[in-house]
């Protein structure tokens, strides 16, 4: 035994790691999850907020170190899978939305006064479904519901003609 | 990417770009990594109708969508790696490219800031490549890549510059921070004549699009 734990010190079984190719993997997979989270950003924009902020590990530019480098990639792998958790939320709320208005379009009556929009679908443009009744009043004490569709985005003339 | 050869003397105007060098051990750590430039005889001032109107057609073409996806295009995707690479945050330090989107977006067009800066941004917004422009007067030799060096400064900022940190240098001092501030005395200013107009080069950006925009650049200044 004092044999082996004289060997295991000598030092000639001291082995100096060559850490350039573990940053140079660091690095590769810093730009794969860099891509991702660009992708899924760019998949949430105009239908659900995507966190998607590192903070900076250094003031000014310089080689990081191994310990750096996994920050750095573990962060951006946490974001990469906050924002896929964000993204699959959004998508069941759209699904839900979907059906909701499927159900509205079938029996308005069941829906009064219901309204969903374009965004809640997670669609591009303004304009909503919107459960009313016909003729006003008459149609609310006659039970005559429908569902009326907006006439999507106010046109720039229109907008200029408000803002005069 | 190290290159390697001599600088050649500049008579009028010479559109082959040189090539700069990159420390060993930076283009051990980064491959790809390189600096090109192209020296011009300019002088900063007022940007010409032509320049402004270019400006305004190329605000056209960007919109809120387009600067979203911009990220994932091949060469502002490998600006915007290197930077994480080299530890900036870059929604907080932006890359040239996503810095002038950005700025469309907040002023509703890219604005005219004179000459060179308006020459850069056109070849940055046509191409996606970083560029920055230095009083060639004030250089001396060939320009690189390097980490600073123990108790090393850098004119015009107060105290030295922390170990290792990333700068471009002529073969004198630093010149100015890798996508940083640049040197008092060495940005293009009112009495420059001639300028180095300077492409960074990152893994993922191709040759081809560093001499395109180095081009565009210097043919926008002329």
């Known amino acids: 035994m004092p044999d082996l734990l004289a060997r295991e010190s000598s030092p000639a079984l001291l082995v100096e790691v060559d850490e350039r190719l573990a940053r140079a993997e660091l690095r590769r997979q810093i730009g794969r999850l860099e891509r991702e989270l660009s992708a899924l950003l760019a998949e949430g924009f105009g239908r659900v907020a995507v966190e998607h902020r590192v903070e900076a590990v250094v003031a000014e530019p310089r080689v990081l170190d191994l310990g750096e480098l996994e920050r750095l990639r573990d962060e951006l792998a946490e974001r990469v899978a906050d924002a896929r958790g964000t993204l699959r939320e959004q998508e069941r709320i759209e699904v839900d939305n979907q059906e909701l208005l499927r159900r509205m379009i079938a029996a308005p009556a069941d829906y009064k006064w219901v309204r969903v929009s374009r965004d809640d679908l997670g669609l591009p443009g303004c304009g909503h479904w919107h459960s009313r009744p016909r003729l006003g009043p008459i149609g609310m004490l006659m039970g005559w519901w429908r569902v009326k569709v907006s006439s999507g985005c106010p046109l720039a003339g229109r907008l200029a003609a408000v803002e005069q | ?222």
């Open chain 2, 1 to 222: 990417m190290i290159a390697m050869g001599s600088a050649k003397p500049q008579i009028g105007w010479d559109p082959s770009p040189e090539q700069g060098w990159v420390a060993p051990h930076l283009a051990t750590e980064f491959p790809g990594l390189g600096i090109a430039w192209i020296e011009v005889d300019a002088r900063p001032g007022r940007s010409p109708g032509p320049v402004r109107q270019r400006l305004r057609g190329l605000s056209d073409r960007f919109y809120g969508a387009q600067v979203i996806r911009l990220r994932e295009q091949p060469i502002p995707w490998a600006y915007r790696v290197f930077f994480r690479q080299i530890g900036l945050d870059p929604d907080r330090t932006r890359t040239p490219i996503e810095q002038l989107a950005f700025d469309r977006l907040h002023d509703g067009a890219f604005k005219s800031h004179g000459l060179p800066a308006d020459a850069l941004n056109v070849a940055t917004i046509e191409t996606g490549v970083a560029l920055r422009a230095f009083d060639a007067d004030r250089l001396e030799g060939r320009l690189c890549i390097r980490d600073s060096g123990p108790g090393e400064g850098m004119p015009g900022r107060p105290g030295e510059l922390a170990q290792g940190t990333l700068i471009v240098a002529d073969e004198r001092r630093p010149v100015g921070l890798l996508f940083g501030e640049t040197a008092e005395g060495y940005a293009a200013e009112a009495e420059s004549r001639r300028l180095s107009v300077v492409a960074i080069q990152v893994n993922g950006v191709p040759q081809i699009a560093v001499a395109e925009a180095l081009w565009m650049a210097a043919a926008t200044l002329r």
